[in-house]
């Protein structure tokens, strides 16, 4: 039997190094990434790396001798911005009148609902937005394009701005329903009619935060990696009108991470550097209009006058958008399903795969499966500890929550992809050289911490101190509070963050390509060995145009299981609520 | 008695280093020259107290005069406030209660608090009142059930509660769950009960069922209880403590304060000419 105070010491010991290993874990990707990149760009020159337009690596090239290979990387920062922008064009545009619409002028059933579906698209992986543009959107523009291929910048930009528009939606309804009835029962007052006073008196109001969710979704865009390499065409030019080929930085690095020679590795991991500054330019601008939005309150700040009065046609703009966007949605969900429920069959679903056979998807379920044990594993208990560290053991606003809180807000910045780099140059190396399960495991697992660690602290805060206070007065030590009373109080949030963190891992591709293994294997033989997850064998099968009915059925696969995740943890997370909420009765007596 | 005898018998037998190293603690509170500071907040002023045992002592004072504050110093409660130093001297019986070699977890076992508020876990009613004596060993079922229904009964509620000890504490009333509350004190056998305000969130009448709880525990323990309510100071404290901006203005046997205040402070406070 331990006593007591060793108890209380080791579990603080415990939760400390959990919060110092997520700084580690920061420190240890920038560090790496950075220093890696040095040697590159020192031969390459900044200059020439940034600014150069040839972008021809050769596999021969070394450090210590002459290099024959190009790397000049405008282009594809050119084909970044690009891709952003016309992304925010698209997301930007149909997001904002979308929150106009779900915020002012639905009814609160509508609201409910088109909300509930378009948070549910949030959670649709990647690669099946970039399947649907491959095989849905692509055909479409084929027939205008004066190459007679659809792909390209037009297309990227409607993918990406779909892609963009749950983020967009939340935050700028988030900010518009929190401007207070008062300003809109002013202007109604003054004799304005509904539309005038949203859009005149509301939406002004609602500006910094708007403008902070158009900002979160320059990030995600600039970050999307498996979209945006099905649909690009990926030549490493300048995009050439609006269907040119053209490359982002986050595809050249998965496109040619697999087989890049020395100086090309560096040329890739300088474009990771590129992409983190980036997106710490982002975040920059985010961090600057939510501070300047707390100074000022949502909406105490000085409202200009707005001359002319569109409020109108903002209206029916908001309307007309409102429905584009609930049509795309229709379209994306139901014809992937049209097309995919009739390929899933059990030969699919449940077959071993043989090298140029029939492809089967059994062991990338296996595989999934495999890595989601694995990552939760890592991510969970170290996550939870990480987040009673912070709302624990720590005083609110100390130097220390204050870092490890950053760590983590970077954490969740940094594109998927560069942990990709990032794991494919550690873990896989520990792990025998090869890509593994275990490797592609450790790697999604770092990426998983922000989303364990902040809803746990959610879930942490919403446990009144009552509770804490009712134990220690009692006696109990500190371990035995947050043991038998906080965490089990904080279980609903904390079991819903599990299955969003599981979500997270059936969705991601990019990392996993080269930590993981990148195409259809056989039944995975153990963690040491690789495999190809669901997300990923999807990616594998649309680009293989012979398999259009597995790919369908895989995709559908991936949704039904993202769809059912995130809706399992709605339930439970409503079920334990209610659990130790008390009886049925009581809780229904408080709601009604 | 003898079921009380028998528990204690048992806990020495389950008895860890926590029981062995278990500290004399007394049922009767004396303060001497007790400063308090939150910050730079001077909130108890210069303050000394002899509380008697097996009596009900009652603060009371206006909003903010420190009543929680000095209450909370009799289980260090207030080591969980950022910022708040203490000097002094507090001794319950015989233990200076802020020497080092104190164990806080063994004072506040022997000192329990009820809060404002109703606090019970979110757990069953039974693992509600188990949770202090599991916190100090008691693991064997036929034991834990002899706690549960000593205490309940002690808390006047067994009849009430003996048919659902394994539903939510949640679902309870305001006014059970804070006689639950009181209950769970008893369970791990403290010697002092610290109350404060226990029924101003509740109805008069299950703020009379605790009024008459209280009157029955202070045979076995002493109760120190804040409040607001002078009718309740006067209904149930044999001692009343007067409290004004940090200083403790009087203090004395309830009857004679409230009908001959020494002093002017006293006299408009419990006339209700401030506070
Ligand atoms: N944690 C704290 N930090 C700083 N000041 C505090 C803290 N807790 C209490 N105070 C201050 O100390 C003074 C005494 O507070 P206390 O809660 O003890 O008053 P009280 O007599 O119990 O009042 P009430 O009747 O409202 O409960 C108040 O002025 C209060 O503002
Ligand atoms: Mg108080």
Request: a positive charge; aromatic letters at 8%; charged letters at 20%.
């Amino acid at each position: 039997m331990v006593s007591a105070k060793v108890k209380e010491t080791l579990s603080k010991v415990l939760f400390t190094a959990a919060a110092i290993i997520c700084i580690v874990a920061v420190v240890t990707i920038f560090v790496f990434i950075v220093a890696k990149s040095i040697p590159a760009l020192s031969k390459i020159g900044v200059f020439d790396f940034i600014f150069g337009d040839v972008w021809r690596p050769d596999k021969e090239d070394v450090y210590d001798q002459a290099i024959n290979g190009k790397y000049g990387i405008l282009p594809m920062i050119v084909g970044s911005i690009f891709s952003t922008v016309g992304a925010i064009i698209v997301g930007g545009v149909l997001g904002f009148f979308t929150a106009v619409f779900l915020a002012r002028f639905s009814s609160p059933k509508v609201k409910k609902i088109f909300g509930t579906v378009i948070n549910l698209l949030a959670g649709i992986p990647s690669v099946v937005y970039g399947f649907f543009g491959m095989y849905v959107m692509i055909p479409l523009f084929s027939g205008i394009s004066p190459t007679a291929d659809g792909s390209g910048l037009l297309v990227t930009s409607l993918v990406l701005g779909i892609m963009i528009l749950p983020t967009v939606v939340a935050l700028s309804k988030t900010s518009l329903e929190a401007v207070p009835q008062s300003y809109y029962e002013g202007a109604r007052a003054l004799g304005a009619r509904h539309e005038q006073a949203v859009f005149r008196t509301v939406v002004p109001a609602a500006k910094s935060g708007i403008t902070a969710s158009v900002i979160l979704g320059v990030g995600r865009a600039i970050g999307e990696t498996m979209a945006v390499i099905m649909i690009a065409g990926n030549s490493p030019e300048y995009p050439d009108g609006l269907f040119g080929s053209f490359r982002t930085l986050t595809a050249n690095i998965v496109l040619e991470m697999g087989y890049a020679g020395e100086v090309q590795m560096g040329a890739l991991l300088s474009t990771g550097v590129i992409l983190l500054i980036f997106i710490a330019i982002i975040n920059l601008l985010f961090g600057l209009v939510m501070s300047d939005r707390k100074q000022h309150g949502s909406g105490r700040r000085h409202l200009r006058e707005i001359k002319y009065d569109f409020s109108k046609a903002g209206k029916v703009l908001s309307w007309v958008t409102a429905g584009i966007v609930a049509v795309v949605l229709v379209l994306i969900i139901g014809f992937v399903f049209i097309k995919g429920i009739p390929h899933i069959t059990p030969q699919l679903l449940f077959s071993d795969y043989k090298y140029g056979g029939e492809p089967s998807i059994g062991p990338a379920i296996v595989a999934t499966l495999m890595l989601i044990v694995i990552s939760i594993l890592i991510a969970v208990p170290l996550g939870i500890a990480t987040a009673v560290y912070l709302n624990e053991y720590t005083r609110r606003g100390s130097r220390m929550v204050k870092i490890v809180r950053s760590a983590i807000d970077v954490l969740s910045g940094i594109p998927s992809i560069v942990y990709g780099l990032f794991g494919a140059l550690t873990f896989v190396v520990w792990f025998g050289n090869t890509t593994s399960i275990l490797a592609g495991g450790f790697t999604v697992s770092i990426m998983l911490l922000p989303v364990v660690v902040r809803s746990t602290e959610e879930s942490l805060k919403s446990v009144p101190d009552s509770f804490r206070e009712g134990s220690l007065a009692l006696g109990a030590g500190k371990v035995r509070t947050i043991f038998k009373v906080v965490l089990p109080s904080a279980l609903p949030g904390i079991f819903s963050a599990i299955i969003l963190a599981v979500g997270r891992v059936v969705s991601e591709t990019a990392p996993l390509i080269w930590t993981m293994g990148s195409v259809i294997q056989p039944m995975p033989t153990g963690f040491l060995g690789g495999g190809a997850t669901l997300a990923v064998a999807l990616y594998a099968l649309s680009n293989e145009y012979r398999y259009m009915n597995e790919a369908y059925a895989t995709a559908c696969v991936l949704m039904i299981i993202v769809l059912a995740l995130n809706t399992a943890a709605g339930i439970i997370a409503y079920r334990l609520q209610r659990k130790l909420q008390g009886e049925k009765n009581v809780k229904r007596k408080k709601r009604y | 008695m003898l079921k009380e005898k028998k528990d204690t018998d048992v806990g020495r037998k389950n008895g860890t280093e926590t029981n062995v190293k278990k500290a004399p603690f007394g049922n009767s509170i004396s303060v001497k020259r007790a400063d308090l500071f939150y910050g730079d907040f001077h909130a108890l002023k210069n303050i000394s107290i002899e509380i008697p045992s097996n009596r009900i002592t009652a603060f009371i004072g206006p909003s903010g005069c420190g009543k929680s504050t000095f209450l909370k110093c009799f289980n260090r409660m207030n080591d969980l406030v950022e910022g708040c130093r203490i000097s002094g001297e507090f001794r319950i019986g015989d233990v200076d209660i802020y020497s080092d070699a104190t164990d806080v977890n063994e004072l506040r076992k022997n000192v329990g608090m009820v809060f404002q508020k109703p606090n019970p876990f979110p757990m069953s009613v039974y693992d509600n009142i188990a949770y202090g004596p599991r916190t100090f060993g008691v693991r064997k079922r036929s034991q834990l059930d002899e706690i549960v229904e000593r205490s309940l009964t002690q808390a006047a509620m067994w009849d009430e509660l003996k048919d659902r000890l394994n539903k939510s504490a949640l679902g309870l009333s305001g006014g059970q769950q804070q006689r639950l509350c009181i209950a769970r004190a008893l369970a791990v056998q403290p010697q002092i009960i610290l109350m404060d305000e226990p029924t101003s969130a509740l109805d008069p009448i299950s703020t009379g069922k605790i009024e008459d709880l209280c009157s029955q525990l202070k045979e076995q323990v002493t109760v120190v209880i804040v409040t607001h309510n002078m009718q309740q100071a006067v209904r149930i404290s044999d001692k009343t403590a007067f409290f004004l901006l940090g200083d403790l203005v009087e203090y004395g046997d309830t009857e004679k304060m409230f009908t001959m205040p020494h002093d002017k402070r006293t006299e408009d406070y419990i006339t209700g000419r401030f506070g």
